[in-house]
């Protein structure tokens, strides 16, 4: 079967001079049935070029489900008076949200049955769910398009009711004033970007809904929380490099939102509330961030007390507030690590007895408490929940992913942690990990190196069970903490953005290099993956270092640069010119074409590659892996393989089913152990 050519029509983009001449332009149209032919003509290319690992393919979908508890339930927390949880019965794609009132032995109740509620729908998200403080009224969202837009909708709990009205086009997010009759939200402007707010009166027509807020500034978007301690509801808008806030009791919610503190460029804050305070975690005077605290009177920066003062080595990221205790995340040399701080005195860190893991806060709704709820994982140890007791120190693991079959044992995997140097003379750790018995450090491994590297992202050595699959016939598997990421403190985050973006791409290319030259593999079976700006990374990589890699997988790959950044009409565009740069300034627009991969494929030998999307992502538009797909078709000179894989239904987060998701990663596998020499092909 031929490859799919795609039709070429000239279209010339002027910028500062520079004339760009973009032959498949045209693929920016999603309602054009001439797009939709070539996206099914190259899904038919890829099915058929697969073919021979369908049966292969299936086996290791069904080896990756068959790792998966069937039927399971997360840990219960408690908010309220009630434990809200969800449970999986066997075989759903979609959980099934309950609740129990003050007990985990009383009766369950449901809140929603969404395997029901998703018949019919290629897609169905639950985007939020929130309840009533008297526990009678909850509010959900809902997205069947995967353009991340959701409708709200009500429930009376009392009579499990539906309220009649519903609100299109929110993100999502619903947050309930003390009154159980008002709610606030936030909309889309045309490009998807959160940018006002309103307050909705439960069953009242929502064309009558007040805005509270509009957020004018397009570089910024607008959101709605509550405090910890409930006492406030919280307006922020946020930028890449700015953040500001206002308030208002949620006692009163009609009154008017008090402003925090006015934002200012490279200001960067957040706050929470509780007892006759505000808790800041900011940048102010401080790049990783220090903790500061201030009456509630007196909130403006100048008023600001220092709690945790500015550390070189360790980046403040979180802070969970309780009436006795601070629990602070921070992260330090890549790893993020809890501490636990008593109002009254003393601090310590929780021992996880691993040097290389990644820990969080979980769901902790109930201040007055000396427990903490957290999540921890390892590339050997699968995603754990745990209680810790504050004032004991015991951690007490309520629940650790089943690997089912009782064939998984972390004993038989090996982690390690290494450094590679940047051409610069930065180091860059890699985490890595492999089945001991299928390893040999003699350059004979596949090894797929995996990277992200943009919006101060940090990339933890997380556990897959999926992963097992390709450790399991020796692979390595390695991350690659690259600048542009905030694992070594926000100077990392720094210098691998804007106009030193390219450190990402080099670092990322030292740490292959690094991994060969220590016989972990060699160039003829190492391989890349990265997503979204990762797909940007593997991209730009591919086309410097093409001899450096056997194959690429780019899932849903940013890859047009400087023509997304040209259009203020694609959604985040303007929230991203602190990130990327503004190409209508001309050094941001000559840096960024000369790494954006769409800009610069040239005719040369390229890797094999493997590119998925979706016909509906709102991050990363379907056409711009479209017209790499066929740029790279008309002018690569080899005859490695080169496929595409849109999916029809979903956008930037893939399928949104349990089990449906896991197809895509078999298809990824399946592509990848074949150009390493280990699938099993038919015929």
């Known amino acids: 079967m031929e490859y799919p050519i795609a039709k070429k029509k000239a279209t010339v983009l002027s910028a500062h001079g520079d004339e760009r001449v973009d032959e498949y332009y045209w693929m920016n149209d999603r309602n054009n049935p001439e797009v939709i032919e070539y996206l099914e003509a190259e899904n038919a290319y890829r099915k058929k070029m697969m073919e021979p690992l369908k049966s292969f393919q299936e086996k290791l979908y069904q080896e990756i489900i068959g790792r998966i508890k069937k039927t399971d339930m997360s840990v219960p927390y408690f908010s309220n008076g009630y434990f809200y949880y969800t449970r999986f019965e066997e075989g759903a794609e979609y959980a099934l949200y309950c609740r129990k009132k003050d007990s985990l032995d009383a ?5 929603l049955n969404v395997p029901e509620m998703a018949k019919g729908y290629p897609y169905y998200s639950i985007g939020g769910l929130s309840v009533s403080p008297d526990n009678l009224t909850m509010a959900f969202s809902v997205d069947t398009v995967s353009r991340r837009q959701y409708s709200i909708y009500f429930k009376m709990l009392s009579t499990g009711e539906m309220v009649p009205t519903f609100i299109p086009n929110t993100t999502g997010s619903v947050v309930w004033a003390n009154d159980n009759q008002t709610i606030f939200y936030t909309t889309k402007n045309e490009s998807l970007r959160a940018f006002k707010v309103f307050r909705h009166t439960v069953g009242s027509d929502p064309s009558n809904d007040v805005c509270v807020w509009e957020e004018k500034d397009e570089t910024f978007n607008t959101f709605v929380f509550k405090s910890k301690s409930k006492k406030y509801l919280v307006i922020g808008s946020a930028s890449t490099v700015s953040n500001e806030y206002r308030f208002v009791e949620a006692d009163r919610p009609s009154g008017d939102f008090q402003l925090f503190q006015p934002r200012e ?3 960067e804050y957040t706050l929470d509330h509780y007892g006759a305070e505000f808790y800041i ?23 600001w007390e220092e709690v945790i003062p500015h550390r070189e080595d360790v980046l403040l990221e979180g802070l969970e507030i309780f009436k006795d205790w601070l629990v602070l995340s921070e992260r330090k040399e890549g790893v993020t690590r809890l501490r636990i701080m008593k109002r009254s005195g003393g601090d310590h860190y929780i021992d996880f007895g691993e040097t290389v893991y990644m820990a969080y806060t979980g769901v902790n709704r109930e201040a007055d408490s000396d427990v903490l709820r957290l999540g921890y994982a390892s590339l050997t140890t699968p995603n754990s929940v745990f209680d810790y007791q504050m004032e004991t120190r015991h ?3 309520l629940k650790q992913e089943e690997v089912v079959g009782g064939v998984f044992d972390p004993r038989l995997y090996q982690a390690e942690r290494a450094y590679a140097t940047a051409p610069d003379g930065a180091k860059v750790p890699v985490s890595l990990v492999y089945r001991k018995s299928k390893f040999q450090k003699n350059g004979s491994a596949p090894l797929l190196l995996y990277g992200y590297g943009s919006y101060g992202q940090s990339m933890d050595p997380y556990f897959s069970s999926a992963r097992l699959s390709l450790l399991d016939r020796g ?3 390695a991350i690659a903490h690259i600048r542009g990421g905030q694992e070594l403190g926000r100077r990392w985050y720094e210098d691998g953005k804007l106009l030193k973006k390219k450190n990402t791409f080099t670092d990322f ?22 997503g979204s700006a990762g797909g940007l990374l593997v991209g730009t990589v591919m086309n410097m270092r093409p001899d450096l890699w056997k194959a690429v997988v780019a899932q849903v790959p940013f890859v ?63 056409w711009e892996p479209a017209k790499w797909v066929a740029k790279l078709r008309e002018l690569k000179t080899n005859q490695a393989q080169l496929l595409m894989y849109c999916n029809m239904s979903t956008g930037h987060g ?13 298809m990824e596998y399946a592509f990848l152990l074949d150009q390493a020499g280990l699938s099993e092909k038919e015929g």
């Open 560 to 622: 047009d640069v400087v023509t997304t950044m040209m259009d203020e009409s694609i959604p985040l565009t303007t929230g991203e010119f602190d990130e990327w740069g503004d190409p209508k300034q001309k050094p941001f627009y000559d840096y960024m074409k000369s790494y954006s991969p769409y800009d610069n494929v040239e005719a040369k030998a390229y890797p094999a590659m493997l590119a998925t999307t979706g016909l509906h992502d709102s991050q990363v538009q379907y």
């Open 107 to 111: 009766p369950e109740m449901m809140l």
């Open 475 to 477: 692979f390595v598997f």
């Open 281 to 303: 975690n900011t940048n102010l005077n401080a790049r990783n961030f220090r903790l500061m605290k201030t009456a509630e009177s007196r909130t403006d920066k100048s008023n």
């Open 395 to 397: 951690l007490t693991l």
């Open 654 to 666: 893939g399928a949104s089913g349990r089990w449906e998701r896991y197809k895509e990663i078999a």
């Open 509 to 530: 290319i030292a740490c292959a290099e690094y991994l060969v030259a220590q016989n972990y593999s060699a160039p003829d079976h190492l391989f890349a993956m990265g």
């Open 265 to 267: 460029r490279d200001l």
